[in-house]
């Protein structure tokens, strides 16, 4: 892969574009029907801007931006063969697929007079071409995760040579890293905490509480923090987010200020756990090292996986604990055969 796909911002698309946006999430009222974005959860609505962004961009960076544009008129067969070719040397074959089935999902918001059959064919390749990427070997358990993460706080809070602005960041990218080791929530709730909402203090603990229509499922996931992580939000919050230039209420505190960005906070942890431990584990792949934790170390006490991730599905679950369950096989199997060899 190589140069990160960037999104463009609302403000920056054709008017047209933005207005019929707005126009689509607007709230129902007593007597008048929403938008057609109106009913979606916010993150679904995040997640159609930032695919269609990624696509005006596109256009953007080669010269094909039209600010003067109709609804969704940079929807287009040339447009679009061309973005999926660009999309080829940037991002997977999953990725790929979702990304034009979120560009026609909102193309047909913008222009529902518009035939486009031929981008739901377009899509319909790209899903039949999917390979999700092994991932198993990218997983590690999560006790290595946390390590890493209070590992990088004690850098940040001893160090001598670094400036102290540079040491906040270390902190905030060890407690990121840490916190999500604990509490494997997804990368958008992690992304979007501020305190006092989404985090608060309750008593002498920290608590992580998500309401129904800020998660995937649907239902509301509450969690305490684990105390390992007590004293060291305390001590960010007191000290070192206050480095960085208004953050307001934004857990995650970034140095232009305000909270730091989305993709941001799921690049930090990839090329950090890329940098630290010879391994990139993405936020999501968190999920996966939870399970697989609990998996080696549990034994049948997989429910404990269920209630970390809000799996309602047991099989998500089973997949991890059978995976678990071979390596394990074949580890015993391998010291058998040792003995045998021994003998």
């Not at 590992?151 to 890293?177: F, K, P, W, Y």
Request: aromatic letters at 8%; a positive charge; hydrophobic letters at 40%.
């Amino acid at each position: 892969m190589s140069e990160k796909v960037r999104a463009c911002p609302l403000c920056d698309w054709p008017t047209a574009d933005r207005e019929a946006w707005e126009r689509a999430c607007v709230a129902a009222q007593r007597l008048r029907p929403g938008g057609a974005a109106a009913g979606m959860k916010p993150s679904t609505r995040t997640s159609l801007r930032r695919s269609y962004g990624y696509l005006l961009d596109f256009c953007s960076r080669n010269g094909i931006f039209d600010k003067n544009a109709e609804p969704a008129g940079h929807v287009t067969p040339e447009f679009i063969d061309a973005f999926v070719h660009d999309l080829y040397h940037r991002v997977g074959s999953v990725t790929r697929a979702s990304y034009i089935g979120k560009i026609r999902r909102i193309a047909t918001i913008f222009a529902p007079g518009r035939d486009l059959v031929w981008l739901g064919e377009i899509e319909g390749d790209l899903r039949n071409e999917v390979r999700p990427r092994p991932k198993y070997h990218r997983i590690v358990l999560s006790g290595r995760l946390l390590a890493l993460g209070l590992e990088l706080i004690r850098r940040g809070e001893t160090s001598t040579h670094l400036t102290e602005l540079a040491r906040a960041r270390l902190v905030r990218d060890g407690l990121m890293i840490a916190l999500l080791s604990l509490c494997p929530i997804r990368l958008r709730n992690l992304a979007e905490l501020h305190v006092g909402r989404q985090l608060r203090r309750i008593g002498d603990t920290w608590w992580i509480i998500l309401e129904a229509a800020e998660t995937k499922t649907g239902r509301p996931d509450e969690r305490p923090v684990p105390e390992i992580l007590t004293s060291h939000i305390d001590r960010w919050l007191k000290h070192w987010r206050t480095l960085f230039r208004d953050p307001d209420d934004a857990f995650w505190a970034s140095i232009k200020g305000g909270p730091l960005a989305y993709t941001y906070v799921g690049h930090i942890i990839t090329e950090t756990t890329r940098r630290e431990l010879g391994v990139a584990v993405n936020p999501h792949l968190f999920r996966d090292c939870a399970v697989y934790t609990v998996a080696t170390a549990a034994g049948d006490r997989m429910g404990i996986a269920s209630g970390l991730l809000q799996h309602t599905d047991q099989r998500t679950v089973e997949k991890h604990y059978n995976k678990g369950a071979t390596i394990g096989a074949v580890r015993r199997y391998q010291q058998i055969l040792d003995q045998l060899m021994c003998d």
